[in-house]
């Protein structure tokens, strides 16, 4: 099975953040440093739209949401469930330059949270190597060696067994 050619949206008014984390990945605390992203996987009836937060103390996927489109409510909630219940004070937030990333709703929604927001330059997935790293290996292990397609029921169960 090939891999699906990766589309980008873009927004008229957007804001980069600086790379704060520099490739120095790992953190010395949980709630330090959290990578993020949406990936897409396209194997289903419809596309889906997978949000994930990683925790750079130990790649702890520490939230992650399906949902059926690209918008900003599916980077609020993956945020929300990502805070609940943990003490974030300081903690950076590292995404690449996505559309959901630079919007200003999205980038006011973490400041108001109390995260630092941190951003990869464009096009370097080398910059935010945790999270690509998870969703690659995601597609590899729970789609792309299976030859048939699936209903989106189960390409969410995939995802959420795989988590």
């Not at 897409?40 to 992650?64: H, R």
């Not at 980077?75 to 990333?101: C, M, P, W």
């Not at 973490?110 to 080398?126: F, H, L, P, R, W």
């Not at 790293?133 to 995601?138: I, R, V």
């Amino acid at each position: 099975m090939r891999r699906k050619k990766f589309v980008r949206y873009k927004l008229d008014e957007t804001v980069k953040k600086a790379d704060l984390i520099k490739r120095i990945f790992k953190a010395d605390a949980p709630n330090q440093k959290w990578y993020t992203d949406v990936s897409t996987i396209t194997d289903g009836e419809s596309n889906l739209y997978v949000s994930a937060i990683i925790d750079g103390l130990n790649n702890e996927v520490i939230s992650s949401i399906i949902g059926p489109s690209l918008n900003l409510e599916l980077a609020f909630e993956t945020v929300n469930r990502a805070i609940k219940n943990r003490n974030i004070d300081g903690v950076i937030l590292h995404s690449d330059q996505g559309v959901l990333y630079t919007s200003p709703r999205f980038q006011a929604f973490v400041k108001e949270k109390n995260i630092t927001q941190s951003m990869s330059q464009v096009g370097v997935c080398y910059d935010n190597v945790l999270i690509e790293s998870f969703f690659s290996h995601l597609k590899t292990e729970g789609f792309y060696s299976q030859d048939f397609n699936e209903t989106n029921e189960q390409i969410i169960e995939i995802v959420e067994e795989y988590i």
